[in-house]
């Protein structure tokens, strides 16, 4: 595998199931982010992990539980969403240098359909 | 709170035409990144602008980077219908090293017609 990886692409559930989002880096960066995109809305980041310590949590409600147990893996958890939670969720990964310029790459997202 | 407004917001023409589309901010950023998105894919980086004043070319795509480093214009030669996407630009704010944030523009959905 090459790049940034994300399972499931596609995804059902209801409002009372819970499910996980995982996401692989293979580019060996130090930092991995959780983005979702909605319809007629701009990319909203939701979580930020560099060296894996969240150092972001753009008020996401707390059904939305990520978790970095390492610099090559995040997940993201889900439980008790709402419809309006549907949306394409992705992952992206960059390397943070000092005075670099940081480039992110991204996953192929998962398309999240809440029912 | 920067956001980045870019136009237009939908774009159809006929393979071989020229387009221009717009990346426009009232504030500064330290680089900007242009990515181009296909239906049911994620955003592919294809470029990163530093410099105000910049200008890198790959292929038949021209990117600028404005002198104020505030807005970016991505400008295509004799569109093929391969580049049919979803182009969005990124900015990074001047100073939040450690913790990189890149803020999103509202994209431009391009369609090449053949």
């Known amino acids: 595998e090459t790049g940034v990886t994300q399972t499931p692409r596609h995804l059902v559930m209801g409002m009372t199931n819970k499910k996980s989002l995982k996401c692989e880096q293979h580019l060996g960066h130090n930092a991995m982010y959780w983005y979702k995109q909605s319809a007629k809305k701009p990319l909203e980041l939701m979580f930020v992990?560099?060296?894996?310590?969240?150092?972001e949590n753009n008020s996401v409600p707390s059904r939305f539980s990520p978790e970095c147990p390492n610099s090559s893996h995040l997940f993201l958890h889900l439980h008790t969403l709402q419809p309006e939670d549907s949306a394409l969720y992705l992952c992206?990964?960059?390397?943070?240098?000092?005075?670099?310029?940081?480039?992110?790459?991204f996953g192929p997202g998962t398309r999240l359909t809440v029912t | 709170t920067q956001l980045l407004e870019q136009s237009p917001q939908f774009l159809s023409i006929q393979e071989g035409e020229n387009l221009t589309v717009y990346c426009n901010s009232s504030s500064v950023f330290s680089s900007l990144q242009w990515y181009r998105q296909e239906p049911g894919e994620g955003p592919v980086l294809l470029v990163t602008v530093v410099t105000g004043g910049e200008v890198k070319k790959l292929k038949r795509l021209t990117f600028q980077f404005g002198d104020a480093r505030k807005d970016s214009s991505l400008h295509i030669t004799a569109a093929q219908p391969g580049d049919t996407g979803l182009y969005l630009c990124?900015?990074?704010?001047?100073?939040?090293?450690?913790?990189?944030?890149?803020?999103f523009g509202t994209g431009t959905r391009l369609t090449i017609i053949p």
């Open positions: 992990y560099n060296f894996k310590e969240q150092t």
């Open positions: 990124a900015g990074r704010p001047p100073s939040n090293f450690g913790n990189e944030k890149l803020t």
């Open positions: 992206a990964s960059s390397q943070a240098v000092a005075g670099g310029v940081y480039e992110q790459y």
